[in-house]
């Protein structure tokens, strides 16, 4: 009995005592899940992006490294500071005075908003259509989306390269069925580019649609009709937002 109540006793200062050590070591554990991919994007994304930008600001040079000024603390920190001072923004002015370059960007920027836009409007009717189907063929067609990702996209962008281009499989049909009497020219414009785009990116537009229409209540679809509101209605007011 002695040893049992000296045993009783002791027990809750010893979890006293463990406790916040465990409750550390938990932490840390929990921490570190966060951590490792915090050092990851560290090392690979933001120190080479870091150094990009020292480029960006620097000056060409006909040496090793081709940039100048190369910074580095063999002077001090008066030194270092010295050589931050030769930084300059006059590539970024450059950027700006030069045509080529602001047209480029705008131009890239007006196919990105079309794109996206032709991305969704394929790749909804596709998502909605994949949530709406039986919970027995969801997987099957789930995996249909993502098969493409089991070929090399610089693979997929070679065959599309094979069916437009003017001598392709697509305009080889047409001129067999008699559609068209000279091949088309479609390879190396802008028709091409939104037709490559919007095929390599339409299962990142599908598969985040298809997770959020699968988890809809689609009982307020059936309210809304039982009160009235018409099919275009319930779907602008319920299952597009």
């Given at each position: 009995m002695s040893n049992a109540t000296a045993a009783a006793a002791t027990s809750p200062s010893a979890d006293a005592a463990q406790s916040p050590l465990a409750r550390l070591g938990a932490a840390f554990v929990g921490r570190l899940v966060i951590i490792i991919p915090y050092l990851w994007l560290l090392f690979f994304f933001l120190i080479p992006f870091i150094i990009v930008f020292k480029?960006?600001?620097?000056?060409?040079?006909?040496?090793?490294?081709?940039?100048?000024p190369v910074l580095d603390?063999?002077?001090?920190?008066?030194?270092?500071?010295?050589?931050?001072?030769?930084?300059?923004?006059?590539?970024?002015?450059?950027?700006?005075?030069?045509a080529l370059y602001f047209n480029a960007y705008v131009t890239s920027v007006i196919i990105a908003a079309i794109s996206t836009l032709l991305t969704l409007l394929v790749g909804y009717p596709i998502a909605y259509g994949m949530s709406r189907a039986p919970a027995t063929i969801r997987p099957t067609l789930l995996m249909l989306v993502i098969l493409p990702f089991w070929t090399s996209f610089l693979i997929r962008v070679y065959a599309w390269i094979g069916i437009l281009k003017p001598e392709g499989l697509l305009n080889q049909l047409l001129l067999a069925t008699g559609v068209i009497s000279q091949p088309l020219i479609i390879l190396n414009t802008y028709t091409a580019i939104f037709i490559g785009i919007v095929y390599s990116y339409l299962p990142f537009m599908v598969l985040p649609l298809y997770s959020s229409l699968?988890?809809?209540?689609?009982?307020?679809?059936?309210?809304?009709?039982d009160l009235g509101c018409p099919p275009t209605s319930a779907f602008w007011k319920i299952t597009f937002p």
């Open positions: 480029i960006s600001l620097s000056q060409t040079a006909i040496a090793m490294p081709p940039y100048t603390f063999n002077g001090g920190i008066s030194g270092f500071l010295d050589q931050l001072k030769q930084l300059s923004i006059d590539n970024y002015t450059w950027l700006t005075e030069d699968e988890k809809m209540d689609y009982s307020l679809i059936e309210a809304a009709k």
